[in-house]
């Protein structure tokens, strides 16, 4: 699957869909504070999110994600993890996972 989906195209999507996470943060939860850098060629398809509130608040929130079947990681004190991955992962999917976090972060 891989081979078939070759690596530049998957490096073009990986650009794609990190850079509209991205921006999707940005417009949508304007309070979290994106930590990995913005510039496309200093990064993967990894962003860490701090999270604008106590620890025990961030962390409750990344535990509900992965109730909710997000898969993401989690790093002390308020960090979420994300990496929209471009062989499986979808814009639609993006999009669903801003949704959901701007919903959680306006119901903390």
């Not at 939860?29 to 701090?50: A, E, F, H, V, Y």
Request: glycine content about 4%; overall charge positive.
């Amino acid at each position: 699957v891989f081979q078939s989906a070759g690596l530049s195209r998957l490096r073009t999507k990986s650009l794609q869909l990190t850079g509209f996470l991205h921006r999707l943060l940005e417009i949508h939860c304007p309070n979290i504070k994106i930590i990995t850098p913005s510039d496309p060629m200093q990064r993967g398809c990894q962003l860490s999110l701090r999270l604008p509130m106590s620890s025990v608040a961030a962390k409750h929130i990344y535990d509900q994600l992965i109730v909710k079947g997000i898969i993401c990681d989690w790093r002390e004190p308020d960090i979420i993890r994300v990496a929209p991955t471009p062989l499986y992962n979808t814009f639609t999917e993006v999009f669903t996972f801003v949704e959901i976090l701007q919903y959680m972060l306006k119901s903390a």
